[in-house]
């Protein structure tokens, strides 16, 4: 969506209440003014529609994965305790974009320096990669991986991407768990499951 510069005559206890809204929000000064616009004229811009994806996704996530704080409303942070020696967490980062062909992205990276540990990260990585196949938008490295998100052609559901997208993370989650703990079968069931579940989300 385009944007334009615009110069304002405001209240400086104006823009001090607007500036303390937007901290709490996550959003710079411009975009806080631009959502509370949009809303006083009923308009939803794509930071609103990102925002209520990413409100539903942390619904139907909350229960299962602890969801750590972020400035963005356009991002969903998240964390998994991994029962394996070291106790390492398993962050997941949804980012959502406000144009071009992909609607945002999914993060996953181990939060450990052991070496060890990311190198069989990276084994686990490269199975799911593979079962991603070569159109599954998804990458990996330096013991992070990322998958790029997009709806199958013509799918527009708001609310069945986000449904699709927090049960991509929920299978991922199962499947790395059952990795650790040797059962690679399970890897294999947890994205079979997510392919039943969720084939709207290439």
């Not at 708001?158 to 690679?184: T, V």
């Amino acid at each position: 969506m385009k944007k334009n510069m615009y110069s304002l005559m405001l209240s400086e206890n104006v823009v001090n209440a607007v500036d303390a809204l937007a901290l709490r929000n996550g959003l710079s000064r411009s975009a806080m003014v631009n959502a509370i616009l949009a809303e006083h004229v009923s308009y939803r811009t794509p930071e609103m529609r990102a925002r209520e994806l990413i409100e539903r996704m942390e619904g139907l996530l909350s229960s299962e994965l602890a969801v750590l704080p972020t400035r963005s409303a356009t991002q969903l942070t998240l964390r998994s305790a991994l029962e394996y020696k070291y106790s390492p967490a398993v962050n997941y980062s949804v980012r959502l974009y406000r144009s071009g062909d992909a609607i945002g992205e999914v993060r996953a990276s181990l939060r450990t320096r052991n070496p060890a540990l990311i190198a069989a990260l990276e084994r686990f990585f490269a199975l799911w990669t593979a079962l991603e196949g070569p159109s599954g938008g998804c990458s990996y490295g330096d013991g992070r991986f990322t998958k790029l998100l997009r709806p199958a052609e013509g799918y527009s559901d708001e609310d069945g991407i986000s449904d699709a997208i927090a049960e991509y993370i929920r299978a991922f989650d199962r499947a790395i768990k059952a990795y650790f703990d040797g059962d690679a079968a399970g890897v294999k069931d947890a994205y079979a499951e997510y392919r039943r579940l969720a084939p709207t989300l290439i």
